[in-house]
């Protein structure tokens, strides 16, 4: 049962431009929402959060966006970086200490 | 930043072997968790573990799985009869406890069954 889903399993984008990543959820009781940034041969590194009583939370060149009706969020990397170019997984917890459900993730590449 | 630690980083192992991870969590975190990656798939969660015992397993977690917190720093995960299907990069990861604190991974642990 998937309960977080990233249906791109890819994207390419030009540097400087907009990067958006896509995720889905179906668990209606998931009140916090992550994004991870995972390189190859490392663990995934936590990039930015936001809780279901907010709809959006920025941080640098990294936005999160939530739609609670939709069960929708999306990362938006604005200004793109070659840097950037690494596998993105959102992920989803209920309650503080149980699990975090992660997306199949989504390999950006940010093309110079 | 405190961050997570885990040994080997690589471990090559026969099957029918015992093979035993290991990880060092952030120090005043309260949960700790494994997660596993076989290549080209999804991160799966395996176990989490509160207060010196284990709080939610799935169903990949069967008899073949242990986990163990032997002092007040190492969190380990001990598989007893490793099978082929067992190698994936394993991730031990730890959260604070309090509510929307985010989890934290160590940089994993690479096991390959032969």
């Given amino acids: 049962d998937q309960q977080v889903k990233q249906n791109s399993p890819s994207l390419s984008v030009q540097e400087g431009r907009i990067s958006i990543l896509n995720c889905d ?34 941080d640098g060149r990294f936005t999160v966006f939530l739609n609670k009706s939709a069960k929708h969020l999306s990362l938006h990397i604005v200004p793109s970086q070659p840097g950037d170019s690494a596998v993105y997984f959102c992920a ?5 200490g149980n699990q975090f459900y992660f997306g199949t993730g989504t390999s950006l590449t940010v093309i110079p | 930043e405190p961050e997570v630690t885990q040994t080997p980083s690589h471990q090559v192992t026969q099957m029918g072997q015992e093979v035993i991870l290991r990880c060092v969590p952030i120090s005043n975190h309260l949960y700790f968790y ?48 490793t099978k082929l299907e067992d ?14 604190s985010p989890l934290h991974f160590g940089n994993g642990t690479r096991l390959t069954v032969t």
């Fill in chain 1, 25 to 58: 959820y179906t668990n209606s009781m998931f009140d916090y929402f992550l994004w991870y940034k995972k390189y190859p041969a490392e663990g995934p590194t936590f990039l930015i959060s936001i809780s279901s009583i907010k709809d959006k939370n920025e």
């Fill in chain 1, 92 to 96: 989803a917890s209920a309650l503080a």
């Fill in chain 2, 34 to 81: 494994w997660y596993r990656q076989i290549l080209g798939q999804k991160v799966e969660f395996l176990v989490s573990f509160y207060n010196n015992e284990i709080s939610e397993k799935s169903e990949i977690f069967d008899d073949q799985f242990s986990v163990e917190r032997p002092d007040g720093s190492n969190f380990t995960l001990k598989i007893r009869s």
């Fill in chain 2, 87 to 100: 190698s994936a990069m394993y991730f031990c990861a730890s959260v604070q406890g309090s509510n929307n």
